[in-house]
């Protein structure tokens, strides 16, 4: 069975430009999750979908930071315009429905901003 | 709020010891109990889980009880080997999402 898959799995970029990270979720799970991973903060969820639809962006840090679900299928997570503190692992999972599910991780995306 | 705390790591043991890795969590509700490994890497991954009060979640030979009374859900290995090298998070359900702890670096000596 495929997985949550990401990409790209890294990406180095410099300051102020456009990132977008993509997920494909585990086909038939309704519920889509974007985290991020730093050694300072640990594990941070950003935002969360059910149904292509999302219901918490309170994590989100800044206007910079947006998400899209556009189909069942896909989901991005779009940084414009990246700073070097945006540098981080940000991993997407997905689960058949929110709560008591576990979470399936995709292997992440190592983002570097210079 | 709902929260899940976890020994800090790191935690260095010789292959073949036993391991204790401890978790306890808000007791908001009737929450579900995870553990999930994360390898280097790679993304977190479901090692283990608990649903109700005494459950024992199990796998790869790791054990944890879901204690109601003192609010605990501890991961435990009677023999640890050096491929059981990880970051170890508890977490618990709320609503449509997991609260995870801060991780547990677990480091094995061969």
């Known amino acids: 069975d495929a997985g949550v898959i990401q990409s790209p799995r890294h990406e180095v970029t410099e300051m102020g430009q456009e990132v977008t990270l993509r997920c494909k979720p585990i086909s038939g799970h309704n519920s889509l999750f974007w985290y991020r991973q730093t050694m300072m903060r640990g594990l941070e969820l950003l935002i969360y979908?059910?149904?292509?639809?999302?219901?918490?962006d309170s994590g989100m840090p800044e206007d910079r930071f947006s998400a899209k679900m556009p189909n069942a299928s896909f989901s991005t997570l779009k940084i414009q315009p990246s700073e070097p503190r945006d540098s981080a692992v940000y991993f997407c999972?997905?689960?058949?429905?929110?709560?008591?599910?576990?979470?399936?991780f995709g292997d992440g995306t190592r983002l570097s901003i210079l | 709020g709902d929260s899940v705390t976890q020994m800090e790591g790191p935690v260095t043991l010789s292959e073949e010891a036993f391991l204790t890795i401890n978790c306890t969590y808000t007791a908001t509700g009737y929450p579900s109990l995870f553990w999930y490994v994360q390898y280097p890497g790679e993304g977190l991954q479901l090692l283990l889980k608990?649903?109700?009060?005494?459950d024992k979640g199990s796998n790869k030979g790791f054990e944890a009880t879901y204690r109601k009374e003192t609010t605990s859900f501890h991961l435990e290995k009677g023999s640890v080997q050096v491929s059981d090298s990880a970051v170890y998070f508890c977490?618990?359900?709320?609503?449509?999402?997991?609260?995870f702890g801060k991780g547990t670096r677990l480091h094995i000596l061969p």
């Open positions: 608990a649903t109700k009060a005494d």
């Open positions: 979908f059910n149904n292509n639809v999302p219901i918490d």
């Open positions: 977490a618990r359900d709320r609503d449509d999402k997991i609260i």
């Open positions: 999972a997905s689960s058949p429905t929110g709560g008591r599910q576990p979470q399936h």
